[in-house]
């Protein structure tokens, strides 16, 4: 794929045309990757790239954001496709993920949570639903940490711009670092989304 790429790209370069974009996405992975890589070692034009027929949502967008992800990773490409089987916009909102998780367009909050371990004391999953749903509108590009113990929550909300670290039936509020307060479990969200919000 990528000798036939370069074989229009010296048509096109021997007729003077140099605004090219160019696009080696396989279904294949490993093939998409390699191909990209490679391509971008042998030309410097901007590279479109994607991992096509990926599939439904869900499957289609991990393998998406794994091939995706991998090249923006090592500064490899300058236009992005997400292709899912199903609504465009699932496309759209799956590339801006994959986007903001490699730090390469960060348009909103990013929630950093735990994966609910047996140190847990608080209803860490509800409590993360609910302020991802209330702060949909936010458009700043900031760090929520979302975590349920005293053992790694304090410090990992101390490094976010916003943090929650749950005890038991309570938790400590941060702001940069800093903590504001402790609060009731029922008091959490909207103190965390109130002090979210007074910053966007």
């Known amino acids: 794929m990528v000798e036939s790429a370069m074989r229009h790209i010296e048509y096109f370069e021997s007729l003077a045309f140099h605004d090219i974009v160019i696009s080696v996405k396989a279904t294949d992975i ?7 890589r490679l391509l971008a070692k042998k030309c410097d034009y901007p590279l ?9 949502p869900g499957y289609g967008t991990l393998k998406s954001a794994i091939g995706i992800g991998t090249l923006l990773l090592e500064g490899i490409g300058d236009t992005i496709r997400v292709s899912l089987t199903g609504d465009p916009v699932n496309e759209v909102h799956a590339a801006f993920e994959i986007l903001k998780a490699t730090g390469r367009r960060v348009t909103s909050p990013e929630i950093i949570a735990c994966p609910e ?3 847990i004391q608080i209803d860490l999953e509800k409590i993360v639903r609910e302020v991802q749903e209330r702060i949909k509108g936010v458009k700043k ?5 979302l975590l349920g113990c005293a053992v790694n929550g304090p410090g990992e909300a101390a490094e976010a711009d916003f943090g929650l670290a749950g005890g038991k039936g309570e938790g400590l509020i941060y702001k940069k670092g800093k903590i504001l307060r402790k609060v009731k479990e029922s008091e959490m969200v909207d103190a965390l989304v109130a002090e979210i919000l007074k910053d966007s």
Do not use: F, Q, W
């Open 30 to 36: 490993d093939a998409m990757i390699g191909n990209y």
């Open 117 to 119: 371990c047996g140190r």
């Open 48 to 56: 479109h790239v994607g991992v096509t027929e990926a599939g439904l």
């Open 141 to 145: 590009p900031v760090k929520i940490s």
